[in-house]
Structures are given as structure tokens and as C-alpha cells.
């Protein structure tokens, strides 16, 4: 398919719980991305992977988040435990990863994470 | 600090004309740029990529590109009310191969009828 998809669309918590967002790159790409929006901080890069290997993860907050690829069709985000101020729109992208276009990056529908 | 800067608007322009968006960013280095646009409550959707210096055109859309100066911008030709959105521009600030990008905080462009 040549979309992202991402799941949940949408998901309610509380405080503390473990929060777990799914990703589909689109079928090919080898770049997949992991941003968050805010009204505040607009939209931040978290986490990339190319080929699988993650290459960058400097946006996270160590303690709490993690990102993993288990395969070339699954990329994962998990917040645990979840606090308040992670409550934001989680968005997935992909990419080819080749020259020339190698920067292009297609992005999710997002999941829209509210932490009570 | 590594940026992308962008005027937050609203930026209003009349239906027909053309309506031009800018964005400076700070790292020379800079080799991949590109402008999105959201739609409230959507994803941001990629509608022009530029690499090189100077214009490229795709319909509707031009964008500009002066790395000299450090800023890129994008008009709009022929604005429609379905552009109304607000416009991201994007950067890949570390000027390496297919990495993450830096966002605008995004103009909000209105297209009044």
C-alpha cells in the first residue's frame, strides 16, 4: 500500500500507564521517522531507523520512551510510564532513502495520545 | 541552536492572487529542503521538494531556494480556498543523507473568497 498507516488513531490513558503506537511504512522505503506535534514545540523529531538500525535517537526522553523496528513492515513507539506532557499528536514517516530524493519523507495519519 | 524560522501569520490573500510564504533556516550546510502542507486536525502532506539553488516549478507551485542568503520560500499562484492550511517548511539541517528534518512552526495561510 502506498500510505503509512498508524495505530491507534486516537488513545485516552492515565498517567502511568504504557502506551504503545504502531507503524506501517509504505511497502520499499527504508527510512522510517518518528516526530511529535505540539501547539508548543510544533512538529520534533524523536527517532529514525534506516535498513531497520536505529541511527538517531537523540529527541527521546531516554528513560521513558523507546522505539523499535522488529521488521521492515512494523515500527513501534512506546511511552511507559506515560506522563501528562506527553499528551500530543504521534506521527510516523517513511522514506526511500535514496539519492536524489532521499530526504522526502511521506507521513502518517498520526495517533492523537491524551495522558489524563 | 540549528532553526527553521517561519512567520506564523495568518497570512490572508485574496482568492486568484498569489500568495508567497518564506522561511530562513541557520545551518549552511543545508542540502534538502522541502515545504508541506496541514490541514487542520491532518498530517502533513509533502507538495515541493528543492535541492539546488533557484526556482522549481509543479503547477500551482514554485519554490525558491537562495542558499546564500538561507531561506527558501514558496509561492502560490492562482490561490484557491482549498489551500487555506498552514505551510511547513522543512530542512535537513545536518546537510548528511537521509535524515531527519527540521520543521517551521508553519505559516497559517488563509485564502479569503
Known amino acids: 500500500d502506498a500510505r503509512v498507516t498508524q495505530t491507534p488513531r486516537h488513545k485516552v490513558t492515565e498517567m502511568g500507564q504504557e502506551v504503545t503506537m504502531r507503524c506501517q511504512p509504505i511497502l520499499g522505503h527504508n527510512t522510517v521517522f518518528w516526530y511529535r506535534q505540539t501547539m508548543m514545540q510544533g512538529l520534533e523529531l524523536l527517532a529514525y531507523f534506516r535498513n531497520r538500525a536505529p541511527l538517531d535517537d537523540s529527541g527521546m526522553p531516554k528513560d521513558r520512551f523507546s522505539a523499535e523496528m522488529p521488521d521492515a513492515t512494523l515500527a513501534t513507539l512506546k511511552i511507559q510510564p506515560s506522563e501528562p506532557r506527553d499528551s500530543a499528536v504521534y506521527f510516523c514517516?517513511?522514506?526511500?532513502?535514496?539519492?536524489?530524493?532521499?530526504?522526502?519523507?511521506?507521513f502518517g495519519p498520526g495517533t492523537r495520545l491524551t495522558v489524563l | 541552536q540549528k532553526e527553521v524560522e517561519q512567520n506564523s501569520g495568518p497570512l490572508s490573500v485574496p482568492e486568484g492572487a498569489i500568495a508567497s510564504l518564506n522561511c530562513t533556516y541557520s545551518d549552511r550546510v543545508s542540502q534538502s529542503f522541502f515545504w508541506y502542507r496541514q490541514y487542520s486536525g491532518k498530517s502533513p502532506e509533502l507538495i515541493m521538494s528543492i535541492y539546488s539553488n533557484g526556482d522549481k516549478e509543479d503547477g500551482r507551485f514554485t519554490a525558491q531556494l537562495n542558499k546564500a542568503s538561507q531561506y527558501v520560500s514558496l509561492l502560490i499562484r492562482d490561490s484557491q480556498p482549498s489551500d487555506s492550511a498552514t505551510y511547513l517548511c522543512a530542512v535537513n539541517l545536518s546537510g548528511g543523507g537521509a535524515d531527519g528534518l527540521t520543521f517551521g512552526k508553519g505559516t497559517h495561510l488563509i485564502i479569503q473568497p
Open positions: 514517516a517513511s522514506g526511500l532513502g535514496t539519492i536524489p530524493t532521499y530526504n522526502e519523507q511521506f
